[in-house]
Nanobody, 130 residues
Framework: QVQLVESGGGLVQPGGSLRLSCAAS????????IGWFRQAPGKEREAVSC????????????YYADSVKGRFTISRDNAKNTVYLQMNSLKPEDTAVYYC???????????????????WGQGTQVTVSS
């Protein structure tokens, strides 16, 4: 049984940092593209970042939404079967439930497509507020 579990969310002040984790069981994350998505109250779920299928330690393809570029960093730890989202310089508009998901993307242009991700976690709440 495939299971993705997010953790690391919480309440943080504007300008602060959080690191989200996406731990997998029943699936080897190396074989999948892993995306992070978020959904704020009353809004649609949106793509935040994606890391491609593991190719090599020197070839890690990552993608980011314009709204988080330069502030968020996605990475994977193959030994721990875990993907991380380091979030710095957080803003109130980053407040949302954050989800990780695993899937296959045919090319870089497709990474934000929610329908391409087969497995989803239950989400973790991130609140940025003073």
């Amino acid at each position: 049984q495939v299971q993705l579990v997010e953790s690391g969310g919480g309440l943080v002040q504007p300008g602060g940092s959080l690191r989200l984790s996406c731990a997998a069981s029943g699936v080897t994350l190396d074989y999948y593209a892993i995306g992070w998505f978020r959904q704020a109250p009353g809004k649609e779920r949106e793509a935040v970042s994606c890391i491609s299928t593991y190719i090599s330690s020197s070839d890690r393809r990552t993608y980011y939404a314009d709204s988080v570029k330069g502030r968020f960093t996605i990475s994977r730890d193959n030994a721990k079967n875990t993907v991380y989202l380091q979030m710095n310089s957080l803003k109130p508009e980053d407040t949302a439930v954050y989800y990780c998901a695993a899937g296959f993307i045919p090319s870089s242009d497709y990474w934000p497509g929610l329908s391409l991700y087969n497995y989803w976690g239950q989400g973790t709440q991130v609140t940025v507020s003073s």
